[in-house]
Nanobody, 118 residues
Framework: QVQLVESGGGLVQPGGSLKLSCTAS????????????MSWYRQTPGLQREFVAS???????VYADSVKGRFTISRDNAKNTAYLQMDNLNSNDTAVYYC????????WGQGTQVTVSS
């Protein structure tokens, strides 16, 4: 079955940058990674998981208003990997970040912690 592995989280000061990666494997329908939409979500304790950004197989992108102009989602189909470049981070971006894809159902990664603090 599909597996998603995130990496790249950590502690960063306000105004700093991080780049998250999500590597996918295990697709079962025989389609290339490039056909699958990839998304990033985030969650803080006590709150619902919220949408951050998505990229389609044709590389159309959508962003939450809260991250527009600061975050950039991209993908490298040769590496089966999606990325989230996060710039000008602030404390409100502190969360566990998850990537998601869909093949018959939603699949989620294990999450990577991003902490923005001085």
């Amino acid at each position: 079955q599909v597996q998603l592995v995130e990496s790249g989280g950590g502690l960063v000061q306000p105004g700093g940058s991080l780049k998250l990666s999500c590597t996918a494997s295990g697709f079962t329908l025989g389609f290339a990674f490039s056909t699958y939409a990839m998304s990033w979500y985030r969650q803080t304790p006590g709150l619902q998981r919220e949408f951050v950004a998505s990229i389609s197989g044709r590389e159309n992108t959508v962003y939450a208003d809260s991250v527009k102009g600061r975050f950039t989602i991209s993908r490298d189909n040769a590496k089966n990997t999606a990325y989230l470049q996060m710039d000008n981070l602030n404390s409100n971006d502190t969360a566990v970040y998850y990537c998601k894809t869909w093949e018959r159902r939603d699949y989620w990664g294990q999450g990577t912690q991003v902490t923005v603090s001085s």
